[in-house]
Protein backbone atom coordinates (compact mmCIF):
# COMPACT_ATOMS: atom_id res chain seq x y z
CA UNK A 1 0.00 0.00 0.00
CA UNK A 2 0.90 3.56 -1.01
CA UNK A 3 1.48 5.84 2.18
CA UNK A 4 -0.54 8.08 1.31
CA UNK A 5 -3.27 5.20 1.17
CA UNK A 6 -2.71 4.93 4.88
CA UNK A 7 -2.20 8.25 5.72
CA UNK A 8 -5.92 8.57 4.01
CA UNK A 9 -7.11 5.65 5.73
CA UNK A 10 -6.06 6.97 9.52
CA UNK A 11 -7.84 10.32 8.51
CA UNK A 12 -11.05 8.16 7.87
CA UNK A 13 -10.47 6.51 10.83
CA UNK A 14 -9.83 9.42 12.93
CA UNK A 15 -13.01 11.62 11.15
CA UNK A 16 -14.94 8.25 12.05
CA UNK A 17 -13.60 7.75 16.06
CA UNK A 18 -12.87 11.10 17.22
CA UNK A 19 -16.94 12.42 17.65
CA UNK A 20 -17.76 9.69 20.07
CA UNK A 21 -15.10 10.82 21.93
CA UNK A 22 -16.18 14.71 21.95
CA UNK A 23 -20.16 13.81 22.42
CA UNK A 24 -19.66 10.94 25.01
CA UNK A 25 -20.53 12.96 28.54
CA UNK A 26 -23.17 14.23 26.72
CA UNK A 27 -26.63 13.19 28.04
CA UNK A 28 -28.32 9.81 27.37
CA UNK A 29 -30.02 9.90 23.74
CA UNK A 30 -27.55 12.54 22.02
CA UNK A 31 -26.86 10.59 18.90
CA UNK A 32 -30.84 9.98 19.01
CA UNK A 33 -32.39 9.84 15.60
CA UNK A 34 -35.11 11.75 13.83
CA UNK A 35 -38.17 9.67 14.92
CA UNK A 36 -37.71 10.34 18.46
CA UNK A 37 -37.55 14.15 17.91
CA UNK A 38 -40.47 14.30 15.58
CA UNK A 39 -42.48 12.30 17.55
CA UNK A 40 -41.73 14.32 20.57
CA UNK A 41 -42.96 17.20 18.31
CA UNK A 42 -45.96 15.64 16.86
CA UNK A 43 -46.92 15.20 21.01
CA UNK A 44 -46.39 18.63 21.54
CA UNK A 45 -49.13 19.39 19.61
CA UNK A 46 -51.61 17.19 21.58
CA UNK A 47 -52.36 15.24 18.79
CA UNK A 48 -53.69 11.82 19.09
CA UNK A 49 -53.31 8.84 16.78
CA UNK A 50 -56.95 7.35 15.29
CA UNK A 51 -55.11 3.91 15.52
CA UNK A 52 -52.70 1.33 17.36
CA UNK A 53 -50.27 -1.02 15.83
CA UNK A 54 -51.75 -4.26 16.15
CA UNK A 55 -48.23 -5.58 16.36
CA UNK A 56 -45.31 -4.61 18.19
CA UNK A 57 -42.13 -6.35 17.04
CA UNK A 58 -39.14 -7.07 19.68
CA UNK A 59 -36.54 -5.09 19.04
CA UNK A 60 -34.32 -7.74 17.76
CA UNK A 61 -37.05 -8.13 15.26
CA UNK A 62 -37.13 -4.89 14.35
CA UNK A 63 -33.29 -4.81 13.53
CA UNK A 64 -33.64 -8.29 11.64
CA UNK A 65 -36.74 -6.61 8.97
CA UNK A 66 -34.38 -3.35 9.01
CA UNK A 67 -31.70 -5.20 7.92
CA UNK A 68 -33.74 -7.36 5.33
CA UNK A 69 -35.15 -4.38 4.36
CA UNK A 70 -31.56 -2.63 3.54
CA UNK A 71 -30.29 -5.99 1.85
CA UNK A 72 -33.61 -6.02 -0.62
CA UNK A 73 -33.00 -2.33 -1.42
CA UNK A 74 -28.85 -3.77 -2.05
CA UNK A 75 -30.20 -6.48 -4.11
CA UNK A 76 -32.08 -4.05 -6.50
CA UNK A 77 -29.86 -1.33 -7.14
CA UNK A 78 -27.35 -3.92 -7.59
CA UNK A 79 -29.23 -5.68 -10.30
CA UNK A 80 -30.11 -2.32 -12.23
CA UNK A 81 -26.53 -1.29 -12.15
CA UNK A 82 -25.35 -4.69 -13.43
CA UNK A 83 -28.46 -4.90 -16.01
CA UNK A 84 -27.32 -1.25 -17.26
CA UNK A 85 -23.22 -2.02 -17.24
CA UNK A 86 -23.60 -5.03 -18.84
CA UNK A 87 -26.28 -3.29 -21.45
CA UNK A 88 -23.57 -0.97 -22.46
CA UNK A 89 -20.72 -3.74 -23.16
CA UNK A 90 -20.26 -4.41 -26.66
CA UNK A 91 -20.33 -7.72 -27.33
Same mark, same amino acid.
Given at each position: ?????????? +?? $?? $?? +???? *???? !?? !???? *???? !? !?????????????? &? *???? &?????????L????????G??? +???????????S???
Amino acid at each position: MEKKHIIMLL +IV $IL $IV +IIPF *FLYS !DK !DEGY *FSGS !D !DNGRLAIEETGYKP &W *FSSI &WKPSSEMENLLFALQAAIGALI +IGYIIGYYKGKSKKF
